[in-house]
């Protein structure tokens, strides 16, 4: 028979976004608790609405196993008295052990006891540390209530802790854990009992909860879909992921209710509505058959009640807001295209880009001397789409809908450039240069938004370290604060460039940066604050490769000047992980590391002198090194030709002859061979272990 623990935790209406993250936690928690104590289980699920938190433990071992262990006691001068009688001291080791003294046996010059330890119970272990995991749970705004010190994300309201069919003494806060939970709120069925774990979810569900969130997602697609197409209607899911986890962590027994608004807010951009929608409202966008928008929406309600007075107060309800968000947008929108795109780029001298680094309008301006460096960098010949789309790809933040809706910003900037008779491409890069919008998303399709896109990332992040030089390091980008995103940003810049392989020095590009902001502000900038951007950029690319190569490949690039040339860089990084991986490559990178240590700090001027070999060691390593071309990443697998020669010179050979001239010449034999593994990569920074 399978042994299953279930644990309940029942609260007041968690926070959606620290729900999946709770069920994260709490998996690792139990499974840590788990193997420390050596017992084994099958699996462990986690389910979970915007009431409750619960854990299932399946196939649990139910008792340790019984251990006999090895004790060490006492040295044998401190455990044998004069007359080689066990001491109080090792009296003392043996009682303290359950053993008796005629147990105690010599070994290695002490006394040991062979000591056997009872396993506990899994119900004593989970008993001990249930609430004490629980509060191991981490997550933003955690609240204390009543008279409780100890904190969590919400009021506790009920537990439940069940090994198989027993309930455990179980007490968090001053709620006891019983075998009893309530349903929804709502439901006519407020409290049900769980009679053994596996029933937990099925049970749930006569109260109207479905506590699987796997299951209650599912479901809301289901219902969605099936709804609207009751009204012809359909649903694309693709693009709103966000919306459903979020809908799915707020409800415990969703039902969908389908509502409209006047079709005249459909003149308004669909981007628009559907932020409106899908990010204010946490609506689900409906699309007729053709593809175009509908004035329909659905709204996935958490109810139990079927009545029609419920369902109608619930539909009147949200087309009172969404009519009233969207009457706004459309007076914005009306408003905004009363003039040309072009027209609101002096409203940019208002709006502060970032304190001490001017205006919106002065970045702007910074954008297109970069935008225009840039496409020169990259041969280029007509800029002309190029400083358009630079000139206006700002514009759109003075307008009055971005103003109200700022994750708009391009999406709009698009819109009124075609309105305003832009040129398709220029509008696109307007949009686009603000991609990538997350880790995962696209980037600029086209060379006009790349380029832009370049140029405005590399702007704020040059703008970030001038202006937080010296003391003000600490507001740096850092693990916790990341100041205009910059570390988004530099990601940015890396993709574009490489996924679209263009030839770009970004160390010329940050220069020129550098220069631009410098002299507009009179900024005086540290002699290491430009080596920092590099460095910082550097941490980006790591992160970026960092599962595709490995970390030596990546630590003995790093100084090969990425930034010079991304894709090319990236070719040298693959070639030296594909090497260290070769099969023979820790005794290949033992020998490179014992030329590499010699030489260090012990450089040579002049030629090797032929004459002053005294072995056959020295001149057969100096014909192999003579006879071989130079050494590249694309023919990084020559240097094996050296190493054999090498090994053999370091067994015969000792470079550091008493005699300063055959010393000098060996070690210009070696300092000739360091520069040629120096030109592939630093291969001291590869482990030989």
């Not at 929108?333 to 001017?358: C, H, N, S, V, W």
């Not at 790809?393 to 709009?412: H, P, R």
């Not at 574009?496 to 009179?522: A, G």
Request: charged share 30%; aromatic share 10%; hydrophobic share 40%.
């Amino acid at each position: 028979m399978e042994n299953n623990f279930l644990l309940e935790i029942l609260v007041q209406e968690l926070p959606y976004q620290f729900i999946p993250n709770a069920e994260n936690q709490l998996v690792d928690i139990f499974t840590k608790l788990l193997n420390e104590n050596k017992l084994n289980f099958n699996n462990i699920k986690t389910y979970a609405t915007p009431r409750r938190l619960a854990l299932l433990i399946e196939g649990l071992q139910l008792n340790q196993e019984d251990i006999v262990k090895d004790v060490k006691g006492p040295i044998l001068n401190i455990a044998l008295d004069e007359s080689g009688n066990f001491s109080p001291a090792a009296l003392g080791f043996a009682k303290k052990n359950g053993v008796a003294s005629d147990a105690l046996y010599k070994k290695d010059n002490y006394i040991w006891a062979k000591v056997e330890q009872k396993g506990k119970t899994a119900k004593e272990i989970l008993e001990e540390n249930i609430a004490p995991s629980i509060m191991k749970l981490q997550g933003a705004h955690f609240m204390r209530w009543g008279y409780f010190e100890a904190k969590f994300s919400r009021p506790i309201e009920n537990i439940v802790a069940i090994l198989n069919n027993e309930v455990l003494n179980v007490e968090i806060f001053d709620k006891k854990a019983t075998n009893k939970t309530k349903g929804h709120r709502f439901s006519k069925v407020q409290e049900v009992e769980i009679t053994s774990p596996k029933s937990y979810v099925e049970i749930l569900k006569t109260a109207n909860v479905y506590a699987d969130p796997i299951e209650r997602k599912q479901l809301i697609v289901d219902l969605a879909t099936k709804k609207a197409e009751e009204v012809n209607c359909t649903i694309d899911f693709s693009k709103l992921d966000d919306l459903l986890d979020e809908v799915t962590y707020i409800t415990e027994y969703p039902i969908p209710v389908v509502c409209t608004f006047k079709e005249e807010y459909l003149q308004i951009p669909d981007i628009v509505t559907v932020t409106v929608m899908s990010k204010h409202q946490r609506y689900f966008p409906l699309y007729e058959k053709t593809g175009k928008l509908s004035n329909k929406f659905i709204t996935m309600a958490n109810f139990v009640g079927v009545d029609e007075e419920s369902f109608d107060n619930i539909k009147k309800g949200n087309q009172r807001v969404i009519s009233a968000r969207l009457e706004d947008g459309k007076f914005f929108y009306d408003e905004d295209i009363k003039t040309p795109l072009i027209e609101k780029l002096p409203a940019l001298k208002g709006m502060t880009f970032q304190r001490g680094l001017g205006t919106l309008f002065d970045k702007t301006e910074r954008i297109e001397k970069l935008s225009s460096f840039i496409a020169d960098e990259l041969n280029i010949a007509d800029k002309t789409d190029i400083l358009r789309a630079a000139k206006l790809s700002k514009a759109d933040l003075s307008t009055k809908l971005v103003f109200e809706f700022t994750e708009l910003q391009g999406f709009i900037g698009e819109n009124y450039a075609l309105k305003s008779n832009e040129k398709e491409n220029v509008a696109l890069a307007i949009k686009e240069h603000y991609f990538p919008l997350s880790s995962n998303s696209e980037l600029p399709s086209k060379i006009e938004g790349q380029i832009v896109s370049i140029a405005d990332k590399i702007d704020t992040v040059v703008a970030v370290f001038l202006s937080t030089q010296g003391d003000k390091k600490k507001k740096r980008p850092t693990g916790s604060n990341d100041p205009l995103a910059v570390r988004r940003a530099i990601i940015g810049v890396l993709k574009t460039v490489i996924n679209f392989n263009l030839k770009l020095d970004l160390e010329k590009v940050i220069q020129y940066s550098t220069d631009l902001i410098s002299k507009e502000f009179d900024i005086k900038v540290d002699d290491v604050t430009f080596d920092e951007i590099l460095t910082f950029m550097y941490g980006r690319l790591d992160v970026l490769y960092e599962k595709a190569f490995s970390y030596d490949a990546l630590a003995s690039c790093e100084k090969m000047q990425p930034f010079k040339d991304l894709n090319e860089w990236l070719k040298r990084v693959e070639a030296v992980n594909n090497f260290v991986n070769s099969k023979d490559s820790v005794k290949i990178f033992e020998t490179i590391n014992r030329v590499l240590k010699i030489t260090s700090g012990n450089k040579i001027e002049g030629k090797v002198d032929e004459s002053l070999f005294v072995l056959p060691e020295e001149k057969a390593l100096y014909n192999v090194i003579s006879t071989s071309p130079e050494i590249t990443y694309q023919s990084i697998g020559e240097i094996e030709r050296f190493i054999e020669p090498l090994n053999k010179f370091f067994d015969k050979v000792l470079v550091m002859d008493k005699d300063e001239k055959i010393k000098n010449n060996r070690l210009n034999l070696l300092n000739i061979l360091a520069e040629k593994f120096n030109s592939v990569c630093d291969f001291s920074k590869i482990s030989t272990k």
